[in-house]
C-alpha cells in the first residue's frame, strides 16, 4: 500500500507537471502569435510602394522611409562585417589557445556583464567615444553596435566551440596538423551553427536597436550611397518609428514600419536557416 500510495503521487506529480509545462508552452505561442498577428493587421494595409520607395518631404507632407530602409541596411552590414570576425576571433583564442585560466575567467564574466548593460548606456558610451571624434553619423551608430554585439558573438561561438569533440583535435595533431590548421579545417567547420546563432542573435539586435542610435546616428531622413551614407547621419527603422509614433503621432506609419521589421527578422532567420543546412550537408558528405 505504501508503495502504491507513492507511486499515484508521482504519477499525479509528473502529470500536474505536464500540465504546467503544456500551459507555459500555449501561453508563449499565444502571446507571439497574437503580437504577431496585431502587427500585420495594423501595419501591412499602410505599407504602400510610395512609402517604401521616396524620401520625406515636409512641404508636400509625403511620408517615405526609403532612407530609412537604407541606413537599416547600411548599418546592420557594416556592424556584422566587423563584429563577426572580431566575435569568433576572441572565442577562437578564448576556447583554443588561451592557457591562463583566472584571466579567461575573467575575460568570460567580463562578457557577461556586457551583454546585460542597458542599450542606453552603450549609446551614452558611443556618443562619447564615436560621436565627439567623427561626429554623428551611420558609422558612430554601426561601432557602437559592435561593441553591444561582440559579447554576443563570442559567447555564442565559445559555447559551439566547446560542443566539438577532443577527439578530433587529437587525431589531427597525430596526423602532423598545426595548431591553426586544426582550428581552420576542423574546430571552425564543427561550429558553424553557433556562429550562424551568434548571427542571427546580433542581427535581430541590430535591426531592432533605438535607444543607442538615437544618440550616435541621428535623425536624417536623405538617400545616400553606401560609402558616403556611413559618413552622415541618418534615422534607421526603429528610430523612424520612434519619431513617427511619439513625435508625429503617425501610428500607421509606425505599424507598417514594424512590420516591415517583423519581415526583415524572418527573412534573415530564414537565409540563416539556409546557410546551415548547406553547412550541415557538407558535413554530412
Given at each position: 500500500?505504501?508503495?502504491?500510495?507513492?507511486?499515484?503521487?508521482?504519477?499525479?506529480?509528473?502529470?500536474?507537471?505536464?500540465?504546467?509545462?503544456?500551459?507555459?508552452?500555449?501561453?508563449?505561442?499565444?502571446?507571439?502569435?497574437?503580437?504577431?498577428?496585431?502587427?500585420?493587421?495594423?501595419?501591412?494595409?499602410?505599407?504602400?510602394?510610395?512609402?517604401?520607395?521616396?524620401?520625406?518631404?515636409?512641404?508636400?507632407?509625403?511620408?517615405?522611409?526609403?532612407?530609412d530602409i537604407l541606413n537599416t541596411l547600411y548599418i546592420l552590414l557594416?556592424?556584422?562585417?566587423?563584429?563577426?570576425?572580431?566575435?569568433?576571433?576572441?572565442?577562437?583564442?578564448?576556447?583554443?589557445?588561451?592557457?591562463?585560466?583566472?584571466?579567461?575567467?575573467?575575460?568570460?564574466?567580463?562578457?557577461?556583464?556586457?551583454?546585460?548593460?542597458?542599450?542606453?548606456?552603450?549609446?551614452?558610451?558611443?556618443?562619447?567615444?564615436?560621436s565627439n571624434s567623427m561626429g554623428t553619423c551611420l558609422m558612430a551608430?554601426?561601432?557602437?553596435?559592435?561593441?553591444?554585439?561582440?559579447?554576443?558573438?563570442?559567447?555564442?561561438?565559445?559555447?559551439?566551440?566547446?560542443?566539438?569533440?577532443?577527439?578530433?583535435?587529437?587525431?589531427?595533431?597525430?596526423?602532423?596538423?598545426?595548431?591553426?590548421?586544426?582550428?581552420?579545417?576542423?574546430?571552425?567547420?564543427?561550429?558553424?551553427?553557433?556562429?550562424?546563432?551568434?548571427?542571427?542573435?546580433?542581427?535581430?539586435?541590430?535591426?531592432?536597436?533605438?535607444?543607442?542610435?538615437?544618440?550616435?546616428?541621428?535623425?536624417?531622413?536623405?538617400?545616400?550611397?553606401?560609402?558616403?551614407?556611413?559618413?552622415?547621419?541618418?534615422?534607421?527603422?526603429?528610430?523612424?518609428?520612434?519619431?513617427?509614433?511619439?513625435?508625429?503621432?503617425?501610428?500607421?506609419?509606425?505599424?507598417?514600419?514594424?512590420?516591415?521589421?517583423?519581415?526583415?527578422?524572418?527573412?534573415?532567420?530564414?537565409?540563416?536557416?539556409?546557410?546551415?543546412?548547406?553547412?550541415?550537408?557538407?558535413?554530412?558528405?
Open positions: 500500500m505504501p508503495h502504491q500510495s507513492l507511486s499515484r503521487k508521482r504519477k499525479n506529480y509528473e502529470a500536474l507537471m505536464k500540465v504546467l509545462m503544456l500551459l507555459s508552452v500555449g501561453i508563449t505561442a499565444a502571446l507571439v502569435l497574437f503580437l504577431l498577428i496585431y502587427v500585420l493587421v495594423k501595419g501591412v494595409p499602410n505599407i504602400t510602394w510610395e512609402l517604401l520607395s521616396t524620401s520625406p518631404s515636409y512641404l508636400t507632407e509625403r511620408i517615405g522611409i526609403l532612407p557594416l556592424s556584422l562585417l566587423i563584429v563577426l570576425p572580431l566575435g569568433v576571433g576572441a572565442a577562437i583564442y578564448l576556447s583554443e589557445y588561451a592557457s591562463n585560466k583566472k584571466l579567461l575567467a575573467l575575460i568570460e564574466y567580463a562578457a557577461e556583464t556586457l551583454s546585460g548593460i542597458p542599450s542606453i548606456i552603450y549609446g551614452l558610451v558611443g556618443m562619447l567615444l564615436f551608430g554601426a561601432l557602437t553596435l559592435v561593441i553591444m554585439n561582440l559579447p554576443t558573438i563570442m559567447r555564442a561561438t565559445q559555447e559551439s566551440l566547446k560542443t566539438v569533440p577532443q577527439s578530433y583535435r587529437e587525431g589531427a595533431f597525430g596526423l602532423g596538423a598545426g595548431k591553426w590548421r586544426v582550428v581552420r579545417t576542423v574546430v571552425l567547420p564543427g561550429c558553424v551553427d553557433g556562429v550562424i546563432t551568434g548571427c542571427i542573435l546580433a542581427a535581430g539586435r541590430i535591426l531592432g536597436e533605438s535607444a543607442a542610435l538615437l544618440f550616435t546616428a541621428g535623425f536624417a531622413h536623405t538617400v545616400l550611397s553606401f560609402p558616403l551614407g556611413m559618413k552622415s547621419p541618418g534615422a534607421t527603422l526603429t528610430v523612424a518609428l520612434y519619431v513617427y509614433a511619439k513625435e508625429q503621432g503617425e501610428f500607421g506609419v509606425a505599424f507598417a514600419i514594424a512590420a516591415i521589421l517583423m519581415f526583415m527578422t524572418i527573412l534573415i532567420n530564414f537565409a540563416a536557416t539556409i546557410v546551415q543546412n548547406r553547412f550541415e550537408k557538407r558535413k554530412s558528405l
